[in-house]
């Protein structure tokens, strides 16, 4: 269990800023012996919590010379995010001067810090839950606004605020049970046994907002996560071109010439909040159509990249008429999302670009077409929209302290569980310690959501996945 598991007690080293050169480096220390290795390592400086000071780095051959100025703040314990006291040198960020401050903290009796080992001290320090340093990981590697705002909700412990109501009235279930059983036994005399229907009661008040937040995870994974876009079509249907329109930008290579491209280009965007992942494959012709052998691995992969995708664009040239081999393309997507799209409706006699349209793009599960132009832009806000529609986006920016990892989602799923067979044992009479065993079980999946009954090598696979100095 987490809250049995002691905070180290040696002091750990390492550099908190990105690789590379920069205007600033910050060297972070953390543990018993911070403050007093760090004062090795600096000009004379006095440490208070909270307060930063400038300084100067000293020369480790000399230990007088000055190398680098720098500011130095000292968080001290308890008051710190590990718990442990905590000083950071923030240096100029030359590599070496860097290097150098680490290396004469190890010299000092530091040990360089295991990947997220400092926001994994802070966890076992009781200084936040699992949930909210799951979220610190998050917010690191957000790609989109809306992923930094979700994550900060969570590391403000949004779901453990969620989670509260749901436990507390497990544990007055559980608490009431237990008294009742006292009862029963002669220990108590002022308390009343709890008749079924008001178990049965509990239960239900207990199951419904865990229900809602198991609910959750298709919007917060989908959030966290992002989804794959794969635009397919055959060749010279404008593919590129409406990747670039979605991107904004001119990544993929356009020509009028048929099979331009030949691999998969992929590029990330931020479409209402959601991380994409787009992906223009190859034009997709038919297996026994010849093709060189450069293409041929582009329509495969194609193929890959349309089997993977969270969500297929069919493209369509709205100027031809619809052939066999489109039909069996179509065909192949089977009922996974998609989405069917006309474009070039530029070139097209209707005002609309719609009107006099020379095939039906149509199959037998979704009759909707949406009409665009890659070349002038119409009908794409109509497209984007469709897409986050597809995608069952809708709300989940709204849903704060949702469920967004898979750990997160079992956690809840085997307190339900758990909650349902004491219901079952509730409703054929089994005695209330039988119950109880259940109601226990439920208590401690749901504790594991935050962390409270986590085991060591779940924390590890946890904070292995976190950067150095975090």
């Known amino acids: 269990m987490a809250e049995e598991i002691q905070v180290q007690p040696d002091t750990i080293v390492a550099i908190s800023t990105p690789p590379g050169r920069g205007g600033i480096g910050i060297v972070r220390l953390s543990g018993a012996e911070a403050v007093a290795i760090a004062q090795q390592m600096l000009a004379k400086v006095t440490m208070e919590h909270a307060r930063s000071r400038f300084t100067h780095v000293l020369d480790p051959r000399d230990g007088t010379t000055h190398v680098d100025d720098a500011v130095v703040t000292a968080f001290l314990a308890p008051h710190s995010y590990t718990g442990d006291d905590v000083v950071e040198i923030a240096a100029h960020g030359s590599p070496v001067v860097l290097a150098m401050l680490v290396d004469r903290a190890l010299t000092l009796g530091a040990r360089l810090a295991a990947a997220g080992e400092f926001t994994q001290r802070a966890f076992l320090a009781g200084r936040i839950d699992l949930t ?97 876009l794969a635009l397919v079509g055959l060749p010279n249907a404008g593919k590129s071109s409406l990747f670039n329109r979605l991107l ?25 909040g959601i991380p994409i992942r787009l992906i223009d494959t190859a034009g997709l012709r038919h297996e026994q159509e010849r093709i060189d052998e450069a293409e041929q691995q582009g329509v495969a992969r194609s193929r890959e990249a349309l089997a993977d995708a969270d969500l297929v664009l069919f493209l369509h040239d709205a100027t031809q008429t619809l052939t066999e081999e489109e ?29 006099d349209s020379s095939t039906a793009l149509r199959d037998d599960r979704d009759s909707h077409v949406l009409h665009v132009s890659a070349l002038t832009g119409v009908g794409l806000e109509e497209l984007r929209a469709a ?3 597809a995608l069952h986006a809708e709300g989940a920016l709204a849903d704060a302290g949702a469920l967004n990892n898979v750990r997160q989602r079992e956690a809840v799923t085997a307190t339900i569980a758990a909650l349902d067979a004491a219901s079952v044992a509730n409703e054929n009479g ?23 009954t986590t085991a060591d090598d779940i924390l590890g696979r946890i904070f292995s996945t976190f950067c150095i100095g975090k």
């Open 387 to 389: 897409i986050l529609r």
């Open 248 to 272: 904004e930008r001119n990544r993929a290579i356009v020509t009028p010439i048929a099979g331009t491209t030949r691999d998969t280009v992929e590029e990330s965007l931020s479409l209402g």
């Open 327 to 355: 039909r069996r393309l179509m065909a192949s997507v089977g009922e996974r999302p998609h989405l069917l799209v006309e474009n070039k409706i530029d070139l097209l006699a209707g005002e609309d670009g719609k009107a």
């Open 430 to 452: 089994l005695p209330h310690e039988l119950i109880l065993v259940d109601l226990h079980n439920a208590l401690r999946a749901l504790d594991s959501l935050t962390g409270a």
């Open 132 to 228: 909210q340093a799951e979220a610190v990981h998050d917010l690191i590697a957000a790609q989109t606004l809306d992923q930094a705002r979700v994550a900060a909700q969570q590391l403000g412990g949004a779901m453990s605020r969620r989670v509260a109501p749901a436990k507390e009235q497990l544990l007055h279930l559980i608490a009431f049970l237990e008294a009742g059983m006292d009862f029963a036994s002669g220990e108590l005399d002022d308390v009343d046994v709890v008749p079924p229907a008001q178990i049965e009661g509990e239960i239900a008040l207990t199951r419904a907002p865990l229900e809602v937040l198991a609910a959750s995870f298709v919007h917060g994974a989908l959030l966290r996560q992002g989804a794959a």
